[in-house]
């Protein structure tokens, strides 16, 4: 079991540049999550996704969008990238929610700076 | 996240030491996890709490949820260089729904 999987784990782009992260997970999980990690702000959620084909708003969306075409996969887009998305994303899953109990499992990061 | 305070925000101590790293929400919270992060990698989870009162270990960490189910602690009795790393509390709190909050993280370093 890989379990929760990220790529690229490095990226710099130039500002108004697009780029897509992929995430995979193999635990068969329905819940799928993006967050990015800024320093003292803790995680927060970006987008997630609650099954196959459906995606829903976090904390933070703008400037982000997501797809989740397979249950495998979570697909976080940026089409125009600013300086402010410089951050650590992170994709988590989880076989139900987190007050049902259900823990999420995080992947390694992806370091994204824009220049 | 402001609804979730962590402290301290760093803290060093010495092999063998025992420490605590505190979590306070002003709101009630309807389950407590606790995840590691060491540097430059993902959050490796340690814990989850949901009930007042409950107490979990695991090896040498033990996590509390108080009473009133609005803080959690974290102690690591006999600290050893391999807890060194950045220790997350994640909170579900109702006006979020079931989505997880957190805490901006504690910093801990263990010198040997």
Known sequence: ?????????????????SM?????????????????????????LIHYSVGEGTTAKGEVPDGYNVSRL????FLLGLESAA???????????SYGT?????????????RLTVL | SQELEQSPQSLIVQEGKNLT???????TLYGLY???????????FLMMLQKGGEEKSHEKITAKL?????????????SQPSHAGIYLCGAVVMEYGNKLVFGAGTILRVKS
């Not at chain 1, 397979?70 to 996969?73: E, R, S, V």
Request: with cysteine; net charge positive.
């Open chain 1, 1 to 17: 079991n890989a379990g929760v999987t990220q790529t690229p784990k490095f990226r710099v782009l130039k500002t108004g540049q």
């Open chain 1, 20 to 44: 897509t992260l992929l995430c995979a997970q193999d635990m068969n999980h329905e819940y799928m999550y993006w967050y990015r990690q800024d320093p003292g702000m803790g995680l927060r």
């Open chain 1, 70 to 73: 397979k249950k495998q996969n």
């Open chain 1, 83 to 93: 300086p402010s998305q410089t951050s650590v994303y992170f994709c988590a899953s």
């Open chain 1, 98 to 110: 987190s007050g049902a109990g259900y823990t999420q499992y995080f992947g390694p990061g992806t």
């Open chain 2, 21 to 27: 790293i505190n979590c306070t929400s002003s709101k």
């Open chain 2, 34 to 44: 606790w995840y590691k992060q060491k540097y430059g990698e993902g959050l490796i």
């Open chain 2, 66 to 78: 108080d009473e009133k189910k609005q803080q959690s602690s974290l102690h690591i009795t006999a």
